[in-house]
């Protein structure tokens, strides 16, 4: 089963892609996180338990305190995190977004709001 780590500050974000798993039946454990420092947390606790990352963690681009870009760029300097896919996803369609995204080390740049169906087909492929 895909296992997808989703960071947002936005409640009605984090609660409609939960929304969208159960509706849609989709089958994934998604673990959802309102801030970069939980989500920091619950991989390092996965780390020490000998549990496998993520398939896939997808982190807001603008969140107080910690933005995406800043998650992005800890989890690739961190050797177990290293090879871990990453996206930012955010409302903007500015380019400059996008790029900024790549260059902090992101696999992908999404766009709000997330079809969750179609990420996981493109994991499992």
């Not at 039946?25 to 990352?53: N, W």
């Not at 305190?65 to 930012?88: E, H, P, Q, V």
Request: proline share 3%; aromatic share 8%; hydrophobic share 45%.
């Amino acid at each position: 089963m895909t296992t997808l780590f989703y960071v947002d500050d936005s409640k009605d974000d984090l609660f409609y892609l939960d929304y969208i798993c159960r509706r849609q039946q989709i089958d994934v454990d998604l673990f959802c996180y309102p801030t970069a420092e939980m989500a920091l947390e619950a991989l390092e606790m996965r780390a020490a338990e000998g549990k496998t990352s993520p398939d896939l963690l997808v982190a807001d681009l603008y969140m107080p305190l910690d933005s995406g870009i800043g998650l992005i760029t800890r989890l690739r300097l961190d050797d177990r995190f290293k090879a871990m896919r990453l996206a930012i996803c955010s409302g903007s369609d500015a380019a400059e977004d996008r790029a900024r995204s790549l260059e902090a080390g992101a696999d992908a740049y999404m766009e709000k709001p997330l079809d969750l169906a179609a990420i996981i087909h493109n994991l499992e492929m």
